[in-house]
């Protein structure tokens, strides 16, 4: 018998069975303009989107919109892009992916936010 699991890359978003997800599982989130968690019932825009992992990058595809390249795993030394965003009660160390990811998700999802990714050093991170 074999078993296939689900990973979500973005946190709410729609879920992959590629095995190499497992890395990436969660590790990317929207927040809104207060830095708090997009979840899908506040962004149902997140339940539609397009998602897979090619050469390097987390693909995200939506209908009607260019293709967002995000590189997979990036060396985070800039403390200029951390942020602090609100997960389930909690604060949580985030790395802001920048305004071409904002600006594609505020289109997407019709309300400002932000792509942000959890840091690596952020520890475990409760998604209630």
């Known amino acids: 018998m074999t078993t ?3 990973y979500q890359p973005i946190a709410g978003a729609a879920a992959l069975a590629d095995e190499a ?3 990436y599982d969660r590790r990317w989130l929207a927040v809104d ?5 997009l979840e899908a019932g506040r962004a149902p825009g997140l339940n539609q989107l397009d998602i897979s992992l090619r050469f390097g990058y987390l693909v995200i595809r939506a209908q009607g919109m260019l293709r ?6 990036v060396i985070e030394d800039d403390d200029s892009v951390e942020r602090t965003a609100k997960i389930g009660g909690r604060d949580v160390r985030v790395v802001d992916e920048g305004d ?13 936010c932000r792509l942000v990714k ?9 998604w209630a």
């Open 4 to 6: 296939h699991s689900a």
């Open 21 to 23: 997800a497992q890395f």
């Open 33 to 37: 303009d207060q830095d708090r968690w």
């Open 68 to 73: 967002l390249d995000v590189p997979l795993d």
């Open 100 to 112: 071409l990811a904002a600006a594609w998700f505020t289109q997407w999802l019709g309300q400002p």
């Open 118 to 126: 959890v840091h690596p050093e952020a520890g475990p991170v409760e």
